[in-house]
């Protein structure tokens, strides 16, 4: 089966650095995506990792390890307009093509 | 300009009838997909589809049907059948010719029974 784990909240200070952990048991797995949802919108996309290692866009960094079956999210700056849902999201390959699994996301609350 | 568009944003259904939400793209996407999402809980995909006239169903097909007679649309009926249809909707698609494509989502419809 597929399973996705990622802590239900947490909360940091702005300018901070914050890390979203999460861990998946998935078979077929063929990559890893982090997206961000602010409450009542869609999710926007922010990494993705397929091999093993840390992925940098700007203030957002991905790390990946299939051995370990972890990945987090690493959050640096922080602004109080990242507070919002953090899904973490596995890549499984299957017969009728890709789907992602999602975890229950992490919500983030980043006060003054 | 490109995008995914979700229509209505909010729909309320009466018991035992059946409801249509449109989801539309333009970004010449080959993959389009359902998911579902209730408070507190991820995404969980309802059916998806890689190519016209072709659909698999998700994690939670029950209750719902779609059909891919166009690449740009992608329709969701819940059915009656769907006992506890009140829920957030979202629309994404994406490329289908390599894997770390990322999905881009619609800005979703809420859909409550009345």
């Known amino acids: 089966g597929q399973n996705i784990d990622q802590p239900t909240e947490m909360t940091a200070t702005e300018g901070a650095i914050v890390q979203i952990n999460c861990t998946y048991q998935t078979s077929g797995f063929n990559g890893l995506f982090w997206y961000q949802q602010h409450a009542g919108e869609a999710p926007t996309f922010l990494s993705y990792n397929v091999l093993d290692g840390l992925e940098e866009k700007g203030r957002f960094s991905s790390f990946l390890s299939r051995s370990k079956g972890y990945s987090y999210l690493l959050l640096k700056e922080l602004q109080m307009k990242d507070s919002a849902s953090y899904l973490c999201a596995g890549m499984i390959l299957t017969g009728g093509g890709n789907k992602l699994t999602f975890g229950t996301g992490t919500q983030l609350k980043v006060e003054l | 300009d490109g995008g995914i568009t979700q229509s209505p944003k909010y729909l309320f259904r009466k018991e035992g009838q059946n409801v249509t939400l449109s989801c539309e793209q333009n970004?010449?996407?080959?993959?389009m997909y359902w998911y579902r999402q209730d408070p507190g809980q991820g995404l969980r995909l309802i059916y998806y589809?890689?190519?016209?006239?072709?659909?698999q169903k998700g994690d939670i097909a029950e209750g719902y049907s779609v059909s891919r007679e166009k690449k740009e649309s992608f329709p969701l009926t819940v059915t009656s059948a769907q006992k506890n249809p009140t829920a957030f909707y979202l629309c994404?698609?994406?490329?289908?010719?390599?894997?770390?494509?990322?999905?881009?989502f619609g800005d979703g419809t809420r859909l409550s029974i009345l």
């Open positions: 589809s890689q190519i016209v006239n072709d659909f």
């Open positions: 970004l010449n996407h080959d993959a």
């Open positions: 994404a698609s994406s490329r289908a010719d390599n894997a770390n494509q990322p999905q881009h």
